[in-house]
């Protein structure tokens, strides 16, 4: 069943726990967590005490993005924080193959990124080992921006691989997520899907993540 995971990066950080609590509600298991360093995107977000802090108010589990330089030395930092599940850019791992090893080996699981403009045939050789593959729909940084359709390309093609050589990871999808496209993207293969903006910058979150749940859900069902 595809799952809607909302991202925090939308909601107001001074009320964190409250806004958590409020899309719990809504019987999502997910939540997205968005880090950024300055560097490998033009925005920063938050680290590891606030990711400890928040593990301490919901058992959600924690579905964390890294848009940071060196996450070979981040992510056991994150892991120790209370992440579950950790996704690392392809673009910026030299070593993918043996940082998604160090991240599993330490009890997480780990999924690999890519950008708009990076091919799903990076990542040809680490599909059989990947918990999860993360395609995104808006370049990294910002929340609110507009969905780029050839996003959807990519997880038709990368549900195809995974049937055909039967690997089980799943497929997340980020940016421009909203109730208009949730059909579509679920019907593509999707087995995540991000939501930032439209769940916190709506006027009731709860019924929302409800809302595009539901959606989801009924996508699935159709799904050939
Ligand atoms: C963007 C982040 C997203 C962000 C999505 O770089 O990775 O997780 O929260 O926000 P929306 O859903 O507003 O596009
Ligand atoms: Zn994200």
Request: proline share 4%; glycine share 6%.
């Amino acid at each position: 069943m595809a799952q809607i995971v909302p991202s925090i990066l939308s909601a107001d950080f001074a009320r964190l726990a409250e806004e958590i609590k409020r899309v719990e509600q809504a019987g999502i298991s997910m939540l997205h967590v968005d880090v950024m360093d300055g560097h490998f995107v033009d925005n920063l977000t938050l680290g590891p005490p606030v990711v400890e802090s928040i593990r301490k108010v919901t058992n959600l589990t924690f579905d964390l993005h890294l848009m940071i330089e060196d996450p070979h030395k981040y992510a056991p930092i994150f892991i120790e924080a209370g992440a579950d599940q950790i996704s690392i850019h392809q673009e910026a791992c030299r070593h993918l193959d043996a940082t998604i090893h160090m991240i599993q080996d330490k009890g997480a699981k780990c999924g690999v990124v890519l950008n708009p403009a990076t091919p799903i045939e990076t990542l040809t050789d680490v599909l059989d080992i990947v918990d999860h593959v993360l395609i995104m729909s808006v370049n990294p940084g910002f929340g609110g921006q507009k969905f780029i359709p050839n996003s959807l390309n990519k997880i038709r093609r990368l549900a195809r691989w995974r049937e055909e050589r039967r690997l089980q990871f799943a497929i997340e999808i980020d940016g421009g997520v909203d109730k208009h496209n949730v059909e579509t993207i679920v019907r593509a293969g999707c087995d995540w899907l991000v939501a930032g903006s439209a769940v916190f910058h709506s006027a009731d979150p709860a019924a929302t993540v409800k809302e595009m749940q539901h959606l989801a859900s009924e996508a699935t069902a159709i799904r050939v």
